[in-house]
């Protein structure tokens, strides 16, 4: 099975800062037609979780601009530019290559 | 609008079964593959398993395969997973999620399941 490793994040992040949440798969998550198999999710306290990105970089429908995906086969990145209230919550990255379908621990985001 | 609505769910004893029901609306159900993804209390989500829109294929997470069973009724726009031989670590909140292409882009809003004596 993929692993998939989040990083934690420093918080409290100060409101209207930039906050940075890390990923890692013990296998290449690039395909041979060229897309990375890598998605975010965002679950709100309370809530279900929501898409964020998919194929490593692309925003889904409705999705804030400030929210950008990045990374390489293996490492990925999920910046989060002028962090709000509403961005609050636990970020999932989650590998869409192979199933079993595997999601990382969770990286929580407060807000101070 | 895109809606998924488990159902279900309670408290079950070790051993016993349980089956969970997600109803699909606002989409073409029968287009789709879908998910079933749980989270146990104050843990991280699990995928559990896979079924494609025709059901021809199937796949299940290791720590469910032989004890449960998804399934659908592209008529009723209802997805299914039958859970048997439950255990204490089955406890959890279970979730049905769209498959859309290659993400899960829908959720619903979980059904939750509790095994204990």
């Known amino acids: 099975d993929i692993v998939m490793t989040q990083g934690a994040l420093p918080n409290p992040v100060p409101s209207g800062e930039s906050a940075s949440i890390t990923c890692q798969s013990s296998k290449s998550l690039l395909h041979s037609n060229g897309k990375t198999y890598l998605n975010w999710y965002l679950q709100r306290p309370g809530q279900s979780p929501q898409l964020l990105i998919y194929?490593?970089?692309t925003r889904a429908s409705g999705v804030s601009d400030r929210f950008s995906g990045s990374g390489s086969g293996t490492d990925f990145t999920l910046k989060i530019s002028s962090v709000e209230a509403e961005d609050v919550g636990v970020y999932y990255c989650q590998q869409f290559l192979e199933y079993p379908r595997t999601f990382g621990g969770g990286t929580k985001l407060e807000l101070k | 609008e895109v809606q998924l609505v488990e159902s279900g769910g309670g408290l079950v004893q070790p051993g016993r079964s349980l089956k969970l029901s997600c109803v699909a609306s606002g989409f073409t159900f029968s287009n789709y593959g879908m998910n079933w993804i749980r989270q146990a209390p104050g843990k991280g989500l699990e995928w559990v398993a896979y079924?494609?829109?025709?059901?021809?294929?199937?796949y299940y997470a290791e720590t469910v395969k032989g004890r449960f069973t998804i399934s659908r009724d592209n008529a009723k726009n209802t997805l299914y997973l039958q859970m048997t031989s439950l255990r204490s670590e089955d406890t959890a909140l279970y979730y049905c999620a769209r498959a859309a292409r290659d993400v899960m882009d829908a959720w619903g809003q979980g059904a939750s399941v509790t095994v204990s004596s």
């Open positions: 079924i494609s829109s025709g059901s021809s294929y199937i």
């Open positions: 194929w490593m970089s």
